[in-house]
């Protein structure tokens, strides 16, 4: 079991450069999600995916896009990159019909825009 | 503004010692609560849970405690040793289950 996977692990774009940082995941999970991670601020949901063909917005959505392609990869779009958008971004995936509604990550892709 | 603190960005203790790491948070509505750890370079890894019926829930050298009335938890390592030193995150949901509130994370470093 791979778990959730995570490419590209590092990216360098300038400024209004589109990319798209993909997310797989193995373990058959309904739900997953997208976080961005800033010095300070810990992590903060940018989207999510409760399962297969559904998304909502989580606190900081602005900017972004994502696809539920299908029960395994989430993908996650900037259409045109900011400064701002510099950050880690996890994805991670969660049963959510379990007792325990832990979530399991992926390693992070590092994003810098310049 | 952030629903779940943590006000102590780090923490150095001694092998062996006890580890106290704090959360606050500020929506009485939240029922449920996690730890999670995480190393550098990688994702954080699920720790340990707690629902808000309880008060406490312990697995090996890890207990969370739960003090609703003051919405304050806190995370024991009991001992601590050295393979704890990582960045400590603790979670919070509301009865959505889909969403989760991070602190900002208290960076653990247990001394040798």
């Known amino acids: 079991n791979a778990g959730v996977t995570q490419t590209p692990k590092f990216q360098v774009l300038k400024t209004g450069q589109s990319m798209t940082l993909q997310c797989a995941q193995d373990?058959?999970?309904?739900?997953m999600y997208w976080y961005r991670q800033d010095p300070g601020m810990g992590l903060r949901l940018i989207y999510y995916s409760a399962s297969e063909g559904t998304t909502d917005k989580g606190e900081v959505p602005n900017g972004y896009n994502v696809s539920r392609l299908n029960k395994r990869e989430f993908s996650l779009r900037l259409e045109s990159a900011a400064p701002s958008q510099t950050s880690v971004y996890f994805c991670?995936?969660?049963?959510?019909?379990?007792?325990?509604?832990?979530?399991?990550f992926g390693p992070g892709t590092r994003l810098t825009v310049t | 503004d952030q629903q779940v603190k943590q006000n102590s960005p780090s923490l150095s203790v001694q092998e062996g010692r006890i580890s106290i790491l704090n959360c606050d948070y500020t929506?009485?509505?939240?029922?449920?609560f996690l730890w999670y750890k995480k190393y550098p370079a990688e994702g954080p890894t699920f720790l340990i849970s707690?629902?808000?019926?309880?008060d406490k829930n312990e697995d090996g050298r890890f207990t969370v405690f739960l003090n609703k009335s003051a919405k304050h938890l806190s995370l024991h390592i009991v001992p601590s040793q050295p393979g704890d030193s990582a960045v400590y995150f603790c979670?919070?949901?509301?009865?959505?289950?889909?969403?989760?509130?991070f602190g900002s994370g208290t960076k653990l470093n247990v001394k040798p």
């Open positions: 991670a995936s969660s049963e959510s019909d379990r007792v325990i509604y832990e979530q399991y």
């Open positions: 979670a919070a949901s509301l009865n959505n289950f889909n969403k989760f509130y």
């Open positions: 373990m058959n999970h309904n739900s």
């Open positions: 707690i629902s808000s019926i309880k």
């Open positions: 929506n009485s509505m939240f029922d449920y």
